[in-house]
């Protein structure tokens, strides 16, 4: 009995590994956010993920099965071509993304300034006491982190007067990505990034879902561009 169709093969186990992949890595995220380093346990993390690796295997081959079936069931349906991703982008949209990064950028290099702004003065004692970058974080971490937001915001700018991908572009995009991601997974894991607390827990948990978001974009975004460049070709 046909499970996966060998047409879906290459397919089934790319989100199969890449799956997997980001399960575990989600769950060192996890333990890096959760525990301070002298408690950290990386092995057990990976150990606790596993069921949940095996519970998504599980569920995508029986989606991939189901998929097979209904195919079988229905052999007349004639096969349609996916649309061809195209190399132009919406410059009003990315404008506009580009505007938001840029703003926000700001709002990071001092955030108590802008939510105390916002807050009235009353409050202002308090917001910068919550959020007060840590000294270790503006030694290092924080300037690593600054000139790559500044380099992203460079290479975006440069998509939107070009008004469309080309190769050297995506290329530099993917690997400006994928080393945000792992400076990213360092600025959590090396130690606080806010003094208080509270603070500190919930930006490492936004910053950790904007790194597994990152992931999953970057390998879209391949894609696109492995299909684009094989049509072209």
Do not use: N
């Not at 099965?65 to 949209?93: E, F, H, L, N």
């Not at 300034?113 to 917001?127: D, K, N, S, T, Y």
């Amino acid at each position: 009995m046909t499970l996966v169709d060998p047409a879906d093969t290459r397919r089934f186990l790319t989100l199969a590994a890449g799956g997997a992949g980001l399960i575990l890595f989600a769950a060192v995220l996890h333990e890096l956010i959760e525990r301070a380093a002298p408690q950290r346990d990386l092995e057990r993390a990976t150990q606790q993920a596993l069921p949940i690796v095996f519970a998504w295997l599980g569920l995508l081959l029986a989606g991939f099965a189901g998929a097979a079936w209904a195919r079988r069931r229905r052999p007349d349906a004639g096969w349609r071509p996916r649309p061809v991703p195209t190399d132009r982008i919406s410059r009003p949209g990315r404008a506009a993304g580009l505007a938001f990064f840029i703003l926000g950028t700001v709002v990071l290099l001092d955030p108590a300034r802008v939510i105390a702004a916002l807050a009235g003065e009353a409050a202002e004692p308090a917001i910068r006491e919550a959020f007060a970058y840590d000294a270790d974080f503006l030694r290092v971490r924080g300037p690593v982190l600054l000139t790559l937001l500044v380099a992203s915001l460079v290479v975006e700018a440069v998509l939107v007067v070009k008004g469309r991908w080309f190769p050297l572009l995506h290329h530099v995009t993917l690997g400006l990505g994928l080393v945000m991601c792992a400076v990213l997974t360092w600025v959590i894991g090396a130690g606080p990034v806010f003094t208080a607390v509270q603070t500190d827990q919930t930006a490492k948990e936004i910053v950790g879902l904007i790194v597994l978001g990152s992931l999953i974009d970057l390998a879209v975004r391949a894609r696109k561009h492995h299909v684009r460049r094989a049509v072209h070709h």
